[in-house]
């Protein structure tokens, strides 16, 4: 059954599932459906009172999956296309040039190009800026943090930063630290938090308790932003 509730200026649409269960439940879901999950015998008032008492915990986390990057259909590399970069949606302008180029500015992805009609060109372009803005991102991120496992032995490890299918980052037992470049579509956290845990298991390669008590130790509460590349789509 579908329900909605003001809260502030804001209107909170939800569903509400009863069965056999003794204590009441709300999940947030990334896709921003809410659902209230609750006793047979409860009666819609007291189901109602309940999830009130919820609501701060219910917008925290609908404006936590906000940030999530939403798959979108396949991209024609276009004017007016939305594109990402570090979490934040950007429209696509796709402009003639004697040289091409990128820029990024008041809400614009502007691929400058000499061949304006020939989209795999403008997506060539737009590519090679995205892994050029990785690989500076992800160095600095990486030089940042370096200092906190010099006392494991880790000094300069190898990086290799490219396109992966199924994976946001991985790291090999020769200490080879590989970084998706669709990673620079999410924001700073989310990619924080990929770079501290790839450098973890250069100290712990398997997912110990000794590895989570490193990954704790340096990035306090890094389960949240697990929870949201877990449901990230590239």
Known sequence: MDHSIQYGTRTIRFSIIKSERKTFGVTVYPDKKVVVLAPVKRTTPEILERFHRKLPWVIRH??????????SQEKKYIS????????????????????DQVSIKKGFITVYTKKISNNEKTKKI???WYKESSINLFTKLINEYLPKFVKY??????????????????CNR?????LNTNLILNS?????????HELCHLVFFNHTNEFYALLSKLMPGWERNKEMLDHSEF
């Open 62 to 71: 609908l404006d936590y999956f906000e940030k999530i990057i939403i798959p």
């Open 80 to 99: 007016g296309e939305t594109h990402y970069y570090q979490g934040r949606q950007y429209r696509l302008k796709v402009i003639l040039s004697i040289i």
């Open 126 to 128: 737009l590519m090679e």
């Open 153 to 170: 032995g880790i000094i300069n490890p190898k990086i290799n930063i490219k396109p992966m299918k199924t994976k946001w980052g991985s």
């Open 174 to 178: 020769k200490g080879t630290l590989t």
């Open 188 to 196: 700073l956290p989310l990619i924080r938090y990929v770079i501290i």
